[in-house]
């Protein structure tokens, strides 16, 4: 969930270059930096939310994560971690979720990121 905090203060704080650095490229996100920046204006107006100084607050964060999930997954003979997690964030009451996708180099990477309706 670091990656998805970081994700969201980077974007939040108009660092976007660094922010695009922890996705995957990929057509969701972005595939050049150009249509990335045009993805988050349209999934999180920055200039709405910096002046409301509200908290990221977490609501959910999927799937569940429990040691008698994890034990399963390993006695089934699947990996333990699960390698696609969404993180749900409340933005000044605004529903925004980011999708984190765990890479061959073992890195989370973000896949996709919007606002929708609760």
């Known amino acids: 969930m670091s990656v998805s905090n970081n994700f969201l203060n980077l974007m939040m704080t108009n660092q976007l270059d ?3 650095a922890l996705t995957n490229e ?5 595939t050049t930096f150009d249509r990335f920046q045009s993805k988050v204006r349209q999934e999180l107006d920055t200039d709405f939310l910096k002046d409301k100084n509200c908290d990221f607050e ?5 799937p ?3 040691y008698r999930t994890r034990l399963s997954r390993y006695l089934n003979g699947s990996k333990a971690e699960a ?7 409340y933005l000044c009451e605004v529903p925004f979720q980011i999708s984190l996708r765990l890479n061959r180099n073992g890195n989370w990477k973000v896949i996709n ?4 309706a609760d």
């Open 18 to 20: 660094q922010a695009y």
């Open 26 to 30: 990929n057509a969701i996100v972005g």
């Open 58 to 62: 977490i609501k959910a964060v999927n």
């Open 64 to 66: 569940k994560q429990t």
């Open 83 to 89: 390698d696609l997690l969404n993180v749900e964030y």
């Open 113 to 116: 990121f919007q606002s929708h």
